[in-house]
């Protein structure tokens, strides 16, 4: 195992276009480190720049103790899962998993021993003899790493390999991964585009845009802290509600109402003008179920479509966004893949909640928990530095936030 080190590294192809841009991450021993964000971010450049497929234009990679720059794939000791599990067909499984170790030329006693203890360790033991047309998608990944395992690698490197999974497969083979990685205690670097896995998994999480790293923190940091509005809009299911804003004194004039912040909040927003007010949908609710002695905001709103689902229940309220901000929305949903940021406010509510379409409301929000961000750059302005992670300093880069 070791650590794996990435120091401003650059990846500019022939055309000029910078696929990383000046990108550090460091992941410590085995800790599991997640890359995400949307197609055409870096994320997979990165990770084979960290194996070796892809060229390094500057930076310095390094591996251990060890600077790798210049190193070829398989004098790098990594071991890759990719996201077709690029099996050999005409080899049973067990074979698919000693591979490694037939070309490395171990002896048939070890190859027979790391075989089947990695079989155990992904419950493969009934499978061995069979090839690989004739397993599930599930059971294809799980011998895929198998052959990971075996190779005694200094760290894994995970290229997308849950997504040509179903949902409920998906589900399983994310609890698969994480006990394993735990069990074994390897380095890892898991790239994804589905944040739902980047959550779930990772001890911590590098978000990426455009080739530059937006955010560097724990899964609970980038939820509660996130630095821009890129990252708000991206973390969190559903995605982080965008409303404008202008705060004056501790109160903050919203599309719906006004509601009291805490002076804090407002002092760091104060005389920025026109902003963008950032809420997840789970800290709104309906008053009426709202526990006495609950500290919030209350607005009163009409109620276009309820999807209620037993346990819960999302409200949508269409709003109105000023035409300044309207240019910065649109392209935040494009960054975000059409992932948010239309003009409707999504609120979740208790399954209690008796509220129904074309229902004027009262809803609470939770004032404490809400995002200012300023429109011409996307930072968050009230955002916990010290509780944030690594916030890169992106005002000045032609990929800024927003």
């Known amino acids: 195992m070791a650590a794996i080190d990435m120091r401003n590294i650059v990846k500019e192809y022939g055309d000029g276009f910078k696929a990383v841009n000046d990108v550090s991450i460091d992941v410590a021993d085995g800790e599991f480190m997640i890359l995400v964000g949307p197609s055409g ?3 997979s ?9 892809e060229d390094i234009t500057s930076g310095d990679m390094v591996i251990g103790e060890r600077t790798v720059n210049d190193l070829a794939p398989r004098d790098r000791n990594l071991a890759m899962v990719f996201q077709n599990y690029a099996l050999y067909p005409h080899l049973s499984v067990f074979e698919n998993i000693a591979f490694p170790l037939r070309l490395a030329g171990a002896s048939n006693e070890e190859v027979d021993r790391k075989v089947r203890e990695a079989s155990a360790t992904l419950e493969l033991d009934e499978h ?3 090839k690989p047309g004739n397993l599930s998608g599930g059971q294809r990944q799980r011998v895929a790493m198998g052959r990971a395992i075996v190779r005694d690698a200094d760290a894994f490197l995970f290229d997308e390999p849950l997504s040509n999974l179903d949902a409920k497969l998906r589900g399983q083979m994310r609890t698969e991964i994480s006990r394993m990685q735990k069990r074994l205690g390897i380095t890892t670097i898991y790239v994804t585009h589905d944040q739902t896995e980047a959550m779930t998994l990772g001890d911590r999480v590098a978000v990426l845009k455009r080739g530059f790293l937006q955010q560097l923190a724990t899964p609970r940091e980038l939820y509660e802290n996130p630095g821009n509005l890129f990252v708000a809009g991206f973390i969190g299911s559903p995605p982080m509600n965008f409303m404008p804003a202008t705060v004056e004194g501790t109160s903050l004039k919203l599309p719906f109402g006004t509601v009291e912040i805490p002076a804090a909040k407002a002092e760091k927003a104060a005389g920025k003008g026109l ?7 789970e800290h709104f609710e ?3 179920v709202v526990r006495g002695g609950t500290s919030g905001d209350t607005f009163r709103a009409e109620v276009d479509v309820v999807e209620w689902l037993g346990n819960e229940a999302y409200a949508y309220i269409p709003f109105e966004v000023e035409a300044e901000l309207r240019a910065e929305l649109d392209q935040l949903e494009r960054d975000l893949e059409g992932e948010g940021t239309r003009t409707q406010l999504v609120v979740s509510l208790d399954g209690a909640s008796q509220i129904k379409e074309g229902d004027e409301a009262e809803i609470w929000i939770d004032a404490e928990r809400i995002h200012l961000f300023d429109p011409s750059t996307g930072e968050n302005l009230t955002v916990d530095r010290e509780k944030a ?3 890169p300093d992106l005002k000045d880069t032609e990929a800024a936030p927003a």
């Open 41 to 43: 971010c870096g994320k």
């Open 45 to 53: 450049t990165l990770l084979r720049m960290v194996v070796g497929l």
């Open 128 to 130: 061995l003899d069979r």
């Open 275 to 281: 902003l963008i007010a950032g809420v997840r949908p």
């Open 286 to 288: 309906d008053a009426s």
């Open 389 to 391: 992670g690594r916030i």
